[in-house]
């Protein structure tokens, strides 16, 4: 299964941040969602929590940050960012994208389920994953 592409995104009335690789984005504020994949994965690359990364409980806070300027980037998929700046009732072209993250073989496959969701659900559910995992 090919990993949804993800994406440093800077505001577009921002100077023009640039980098050519993950190492460079070093020196920026990042804001990351507290226990997501990308938080671990920039953890894992070396950055630290209160420097690179200002970590927040979902992304629609990082997105207000980005948007009042109190952070340089954000990771996040297009759509995800579509979606987050629709809140907003911004467009697109608000932000700009910086540099994509080499996912090949990082993440893995998740799936939210409401905490009351009935366990026979939970059940077909881990069992056509099964199934699908066992297919490729």
């Known amino acids: 299964i090919k990993p949804t592409p993800m994406h440093f995104y800077q505001m577009a009335n921002n100077p023009l ?4 690789n993950i190492e460079q984005a070093k020196q920026y504020t990042i ?4 226990g997501d994949w990308s938080h671990s994965y ?6 630290k ?12 806070i ?12 954000l990771v996040n998929s297009e759509l995800g960012m579509k979606l987050e700046l629709k ?15 080499d996912l090949t073989g990082q993440n893995e496959i998740c799936m939210a389920i409401h905490k009351d969701s009935p366990n026979e659900l939970i059940k077909k559910i881990n ?3 099964d199934r699908f ?4």
């Open 133 to 136: 995992k066992k297919s490729k």
């Open 62 to 73: 990082n997105t207000s940050k980005l948007i009042a300027g109190r952070i340089n980037l």
């Open 49 to 60: 929590e209160g420097e690179q990364l200002d970590l927040a409980p979902e992304m629609s």
């Open 87 to 101: 809140k907003h009732n911004l467009p697109f072209n608000t932000v700009t994208k910086l540099f994509s993250i």
């Open 31 to 34: 804001g990351i969602i507290r």
């Open 17 to 20: 941040i640039e980098f050519k």
């Open 42 to 47: 920039l953890l894992n690359l070396g950055f």
């Open 127 to 129: 069992m056509a994953f």
